[in-house]
């Protein structure tokens, strides 16, 4: 099986859901339909702040390649077209994420495998940010249009779809118990779904007197339903999204040891400003770290990134 190659200007699109927040219609953070808008592979953000993860030497057409780990990054305008007017584009537009899912094991350019999404066969999507899961729902629009291709096996089928696997099921587990013990990310259920529902088509009447009230109620807690949103984003604020983090961890293990590279890594923070602890295999000596320890703490600051090993990037360059 074949798979033609990423390049920085390649464009990828999609559709999913993402919560819309519109108060007083919508006054708790609610998954809708949302267009995962058009962007290339090197985003401005995401490259300024080391999302991206393309090749510097390796260039097809003169342009940078795709390589496993890449993630289109922060700032994807995504927007939810029932509702337009949504006040969670502040949080979700700063988290947007679009990563490569599939990787081809046997063909690596500058010691990393190749990223592949494509349309065509195998199909190989993209792993796109969503409301209450993220999912495998961008696709690649003009890659096609490259000249070189590279072998992908049925392992590297099988973690990529492992790998999407673990992600959906986490975030169906904690949204239900989100939603289960009353938190507002539980806006997934049905009754709040069938509420809104009501009130977008009409089919609900409500007195003006219950409008006022629920607008006053909406607009004083809106502010705090959205730094709370952006908080839960940097790190878990309760038991659930610790466990939820963990539990991401732990697939992370899973996936890093069916490759023969066991690492467990726990990460807090945003875009542009962010740590992480990591522990697995120790690295093959370097000129820079002679003795390299199990043990990796990276952290980041805009555009730079460092860890204790002597690796990481400036401004989307790696070191």
């Given amino acids: 099986m074949r798979c033609t190659i990423n390049v920085a200007w390649d464009v990828s699109a999609g559709v999913l859901t993402h919560n819309v927040l519109a108060t007083?219609?919508?006054?708790?953070?609610?998954?809708?339909?949302?267009?995962?808008?058009?962007?290339?592979?090197?985003?401005?953000?995401?490259?300024?702040?080391?999302?991206?993860?393309l090749t510097t030497k390796v260039l097809h057409k003169s342009g940078p390649i795709v390589l496993d780990g890449h993630d289109c990054g922060t700032m994807i305008p995504d927007i939810t077209p029932l509702m337009m007017a949504n006040l969670f584009y502040v949080i979700s537009w700063p988290f947007s994420s679009r990563k490569i899912a599939f990787a081809s094991s046997t063909v690596q350019m500058e010691g990393t495998p190749t990223g592949c999404a494509q349309i065509g066969l195998p199909l190989l999507p993209m792993m796109t940010c969503g409301d209450p899961i993220s999912a495998p729902t961008s696709l690649v629009l003009s890659n096609?249009?490259?000249?070189?291709?590279?072998?992908?096996?049925?392992?590297?089928?099988?973690?990529?779809?492992?790998?999407?696997l673990i992600s959906i099921i986490i975030d169906f587990v904690f949204e239900m118990v989100d939603a289960n013990s009353g938190n507002w990310t539980g806006a997934f259920s049905r009754e709040n779904a069938?509420?809104?529902?009501?009130?977008?088509?009409?089919?609900?009447?409500?007195?003006?007197?219950?409008?006022?009230?629920?607008?006053?109620?909406?607009?004083?807690?809106?502010?705090?339903?959205?730094?709370?949103?952006?908080?839960?984003?940097?790190?878990?604020?309760?038991?659930?999204d610790a466990l939820k983090r963990v539990a991401g961890a732990v697939g992370g293990l899973l996936t890093s040891t069916l490759q023969g590279n066991p690492t467990f890594s726990l990460g807090v923070g945003m875009p542009g400003y962010a740590a992480k602890v990591s522990v697995g295999a120790a690295p093959a000596p370097t000129a820079k770290d002679s003795n390299p320890s199990m043990w990796s703490i990276e952290s980041q600051v805009l555009g730079y990134t460092r860890d204790t090993r002597g690796g990481g990037s400036s401004w989307g360059t790696p070191l």
């Fill in 24 to 53: 007083p219609i919508v006054p708790v953070p609610t998954p809708m339909i949302s267009i995962e808008m058009i962007c290339t592979q090197m985003w401005t953000l995401g490259f300024l702040l080391g999302q991206n993860k």
């Fill in 144 to 164: 096609q249009l490259n000249t070189v291709t590279v072998g992908i096996t049925l392992f590297d089928l099988f973690m990529g779809t492992i790998g999407i």
């Fill in 194 to 240: 069938g509420k809104v529902t009501k009130s977008i088509f009409g089919r609900q009447v409500i007195s003006l007197e219950v409008m006022e009230q629920v607008a006053r109620t909406a607009m004083d807690s809106v502010a705090l339903t959205l730094v709370t949103a952006f908080v839960k984003k940097l790190g878990p604020v309760n038991g659930n």
